[in-house]
């Protein structure tokens, strides 16, 4: 079994304000591989993520809903701040974060 890892938070996105999410991340082994899969849910529902530790600060994963819907995240860890910001796009749209 490989490492597993929590994840949640908030974002803001209009209209409807500011939104919790909470999942996990499986580490794939052996511990050289930096890839992982988990899930996620949010306000718009429960998905699954595959993606990749880049480097030890960036993050980048495709989040998939149970709809269809896709989404590409790309997170880079802010020492300053002590935050995961970043980034995403699907849909036609790219969301910044600050």
């Known amino acids: 079994m490989g490492n597993l890892f929590s994840i949640a938070g908030i974002y ?7 939104l ?12 050289t591989k930096r890839t992982f899969m988990g899930k996620i849910a949010d306000y718009f529902g429960l998905a699954d ?15 998939t809903y149970q709809s269809g ?3 590409g995240y790309h997170l880079k860890f802010n020492k300053n701040k002590n935050l995961w910001l ?13």
Do not use: H
Not at 49 to 63: H, L, M, T, V, Y
């Open 86 to 98: 970043g980034e995403y796009t699907g849909n036609n749209l790219i969301v910044s974060g600050k």
């Open 12 to 18: 803001g996105i209009e209209p409807y304000g500011i």
């Open 69 to 71: 819907k896709s989404l």
């Open 49 to 63: 993520i595959n993606g990749n530790f880049a480097k030890e600060d960036n993050i980048q994963f495709e989040k």
């Open 20 to 31: 919790p999410f909470g999942g996990f991340m499986l580490k794939d082994e052996p511990p």
